[in-house]
């Protein structure tokens, strides 16, 4: 018989890999199982954010946003939920509401990894130019260092970003072509076409998550 615990890690490995559609029916499994004990709270609580994450990167929008708000309904401070609702309102081009998500998750968390991540991204990539901020990011950037290192190829991406919307190519293109070497395999394509836009003075810009993956599920079958 496979157990709840077993069907989480079996979601968050396919989720890793990434497989979300198998992630996401991974997750459905366990959430069914768990709906009917009450003892299992904080275990169906983890198990919706998780398949909320797999479910926008299917691009299922409105099923994220679904699991979000009922975390939100009963635990309106979880930091991960208004993290995932900053993330769904992005998808949707809804910039200002990402922003404000970001913020008041790092109102009650000001080290939430997760939320700084996201905060920075948008302060560089936003389509929106008066939310996009590159000297905010570069604070960001540096408290990020201490906590992921200072070679973390994040932590190299975000200031590259940052001096790009600041204008500064020379140095972003200098941080640029160090964050390819330090990125895990599946983010080295990205890292390359980002460096490539700095060299030919383009500052980034987020992209829907649907795009990205079809990129890097391109770039896979010609290997």
């Not at 709840?4 to 991974?26: C, H, K, N, Y």
């Not at 275990?43 to 797999?54: S, W």
């Not at 900053?86 to 968390?109: I, P, S």
């Amino acid at each position: 018989m496979v157990t709840a615990s077993t069907q989480v890690a079996r979601g968050r490995i396919l989720s890793a890999m990434p497989r979300f559609d198998e992630a996401v029916a991974a997750f459905d499994d366990v959430i069914s199982a768990m709906s009917v004990a009450e003892d299992l709270k904080e275990d169906l609580k983890n198990a919706r954010l998780m398949r909320a994450e797999a479910l926008l990167n299917c691009s299922e929008l409105a099923k994220a946003a679904s699991d979000v708000e009922l975390v939100l309904a009963a635990s309106s401070g979880d930091s991960h939920a208004r993290v995932l609702r900053a993330l769904v309102a992005a998808e949707n081009q809804q910039f200002n509401l990402a922003v404000d998500e970001l913020q008041e998750a790092l109102k009650r968390e000001p080290d939430n990894l997760h939320a700084l991540r996201n905060y920075a991204v948008l302060l560089t990539g936003a389509h929106d130019d008066s939310l996009r901020d590159g000297n905010q990011a570069l604070d960001i950037a540096e408290k990020l260092g201490p906590q992921t290192g200072i070679d973390h190829w994040f932590v190299l991406s975000i200031p590259a970003a940052a001096h790009a919307e600041l204008r500064d190519f020379r140095k972003a293109v200098e941080l640029a072509a160090r964050s390819p070497e330090a990125a895990p395999e599946e983010q080295k394509a990205s890292g390359a076409r980002r460096l490539d836009q700095f060299r030919q003075h383009h500052p980034f810009r987020c992209e829907p998550l649907a795009a990205y993956h079809q990129r890097q599920n391109a770039a896979n079958d010609f290997r």
